[in-house]
Structure formats: structure tokens, C-alpha cells
């Protein structure tokens, strides 16, 4: 199994299965700087893990990369945002900083009909839903009318989010595997297409 922490996440558990054929995806991942790390890229320090995140969730082979990083305090970049473009259409714009003056983990994901939004820091996620509105409407509810004068009605939703441990999770999760003999969660196939993906990313920086 790979290391990936984050998919044993609890706001990312309880809402990867929400997640369907994602059209657009934006990521935001920063931290204060520290000199632990520093070696390397900010893309394998920070931005792998929503690189894993997003191929897990997004069904379809990586069509294009193209990236830009700066290199602000380290001799290696420290400020990175990527965008990559799926075969089936979908697009991802991840933006990873280590020299922020604040903490932000945050991924957005923009379906047919649904906004899903996760905050992996603060363990908090939430689905916004639009569909046709009923022929009573409510007087509270919310309603859009949209080019084809369509009413949709629009739906909060805020799923169970159950405590965890993820790093407990994770090492759980591995340990079945062996038990059970299955695949583990983070198949070393995932984890190398990540990292495929990530030294992609780094590419490009050679190429600005």
C-alpha cells in the first residue's frame, strides 16, 4: 500500500462516493513555510496528495499537463499550480504553496447538477444539489430558472462526517489487505500514477 493519507481523510471518506464524473476540479493546498521538506518540490511535498485524491475519483486517463513554479525561499519550487486535462474532458487546477501565511487544504468538484466542496484541514465537506422543481414550491426554497426556463430547485446537504483517526486508518487498512489478500485502498499502481502524474507537473517547470 501507498502512503496517501488524505483518502483515509474523514471528509473525503464521506464524500468520495458523492463524487461522479467530476467535470472541473480545483484544489488549494498551503502551508507556512518549513525548512522540513525543503529538498524537494513543493509538488511532492504537498500537491501529491491532492493529485491522488483527484485520480481517484476521476475515471479516465491523463490527456495533458502544463505547470509553472517558483522558487521563492528553497532552492527547489515553493509555490506550484498545475492543470490537468483528462481524455473524458474533465479539468483540474491545483494550486500548492508552502510560504502562505495560512494553513488551506481545499478541493472543489463540479459535476452535472452538483457542487461538492471538501475541507480536508478543518474535516468538513458538503454537497450542493440542483434538481427540476417540484410543481409546489415552498416559499424558503431555493430556485433557479436556468436558459431553457427550467426550474431547479437547489438542495444543501451536509453528509455524516465520522471521527477517525486517519493515520490509524490507514495502517488498519493496509493490514486487512494482507490479511484478506485483496487490494489495499492505495494500489502501488495509484500510487505510481501519481507520482507519474507529480514528476509531469515538475517537468513543465523546466520548460517556463
Known sequence: QVGQVERFNPAFQAIK???HNPMFIETHRLSEFNPRGTDVSVVLDLMIHD???ILSVVKSPVKTVSASGVSVISETPDIANARIEFENGCVANLTASRISLKKMRKARFFQRDAYISVDFLEKKCEVVKMKNAP???DDFAMVLTNAEGIKKQIYFENPKIEANNAILDELESFY?????DRTPEVSLMQGTEA???AMLIIENFKKI
Open 17 to 19: 462516493d458523492k463524487i
Open 51 to 53: 493529485i491522488d485524491a
Open 135 to 137: 410543481a409546489e414550491i
Open 176 to 180: 486487512e489487505a494482507i490479511k484478506a
Open 195 to 197: 507520482l507519474r502524474v
